[in-house]
Antibody, heavy 120, light 111 residues
Framework: QITLKESGPTLVKPTQTLTLTCTIS??????????VGWVRQPPGKALEWLTL???????RYSPSLKSRLTITKDTSKNQVFLTMTNMNPMDTATYYCVNWNYQQHWFDPWGQGTLVTVSS | QSALTQPPSASGSPGQSVTISCTGTSSDVGGYNYVSWYQQHPGKAPKLMIYEVSKRPSGVPHRFSGSKSGNTASLTVSGLQAEDEADYYC???????????FGTGTKVTVL
């Protein structure tokens, strides 16, 4: 069974940098074809894809947020990390870690999500 | 990249059908047969319901179906059941540098 679980701070101040961790079980990040990404959802609003990292360390970023995002992985711990700089209140959202199907282009399964609030 | 356009709400009585549209452009929905649909119950993570326009993952009821014409994709839920009441989001692949453009979301209410 594949599971993904997000962890990190629930509250960050404006201008700070956010770092979230996604811990994966049920598959290995080093397996060919694997991709893991991040999607966020502001309260009451729509989903927004942020970034993704492939098994071979290839990385993709949302064009609108590329300058603020960094995605990395630790294959030995089967973890993926999201870093977002210069946080502002509009970045308040639930952040989901998600498995990406490389061949059929879909997101599933999803982690439970973690709500991050940006406030002073 | 703009979000795909969905109607804010849709509704139907139990047993009826409801269809949700998802309109994009030739750079996303119209350009690829990689439209997927996600169901999200309140406070829960999204769940994949349809992929590659019309394919159902194992375990998804047959009453969920998808289609596409030009730049618009559609999700139809036939034989509505109470548990189908949820938010639904479409998503389209838009190239190797934009893996997932999501829709604005549609709240489905079972009357």
């Amino acid at each position: 069974q594949i599971t993904l679980k997000e962890s990190g701070p629930t509250l960050v101040k404006p201008t700070q940098t956010l770092t979230l961790t996604c811990t994966i079980s049920g598959f290995s990040l080093s397996t060919s074809g694997v991709g893991v990404g991040w999607v966020r959802q502001p309260p009451g609003k729509a989903l927004e894809w942020l970034t993704l990292i492939y098994w071979d360390d290839d990385k993709r970023y949302s064009p609108s947020l590329k300058s603020r995002l960094t995605i990395t992985k630790d294959t030995s711990k089967n973890q993926v990390f999201l870093t977002m700089t210069n946080m502002n209140p509009m970045d308040t959202a639930t952040y989901y870690c998600v498995n990406w199907n490389y061949q059929q282009h879909w997101f599933d399964p999803w982690g439970q999500g973690t709500l991050v609030t940006v406030s002073s | 990249q703009s979000a795909l356009t969905q109607p804010p709400s849709a509704s139907g009585s139990p047993g009826q059908s409801v269809t949700i549209s998802c309109t994009g452009t030739s750079s996303d929905v119209g350009g690829y047969n990689y439209v997927s649909w996600y169901q999200q119950h309140p406070g829960k993570a999204p769940k994949l319901m349809i992929y590659e326009v019309s394919k159902r993952p194992s375990g998804v009821p047959h009453r969920f179906s998808g289609s596409k014409s030009g730049n618009t994709a559609s999700l139809t839920v036939s034989g509505l059941q109470a548990e189908d009441e949820a938010d639904y989001y479409c998503s389209s692949y838009a190239g190797s540098n934009n893996l997932g453009v999501f829709g604005t979301g549609t709240k489905v209410t079972v009357l």
